[in-house]
C-alpha cells in the first residue's frame, strides 16, 4: 500500500525503522538512562530551611 501524503511504501518505512529505532534506543535512551541512575545513586540533597527569598 502506498501512502498517498507522502509517496512512501510498506517497504520503505519498515527499512527506515529498522535503523531509526535502534539510532533513538543509542543515541537518546540510553544516554538518558545513564544520567538517570548516575544521580538517583548521589546523596539526596537536603532542603535548606529559612525563608531564602
Known sequence: MADEAT???DSQY??????FIP???????????????KYSRQQPVKPKRGGGF
Open 14 to 19: 519498515k527499512a527506515f525503522f529498522e535503523a
Open 23 to 37: 539510532f533513538v534506543h543509542r543515541a537518546v535512551y540510553l544516554p538518558m538512562v545513564a544520567e538517570f541512575e
Open 7 to 9: 509517496g512512501y511504501r
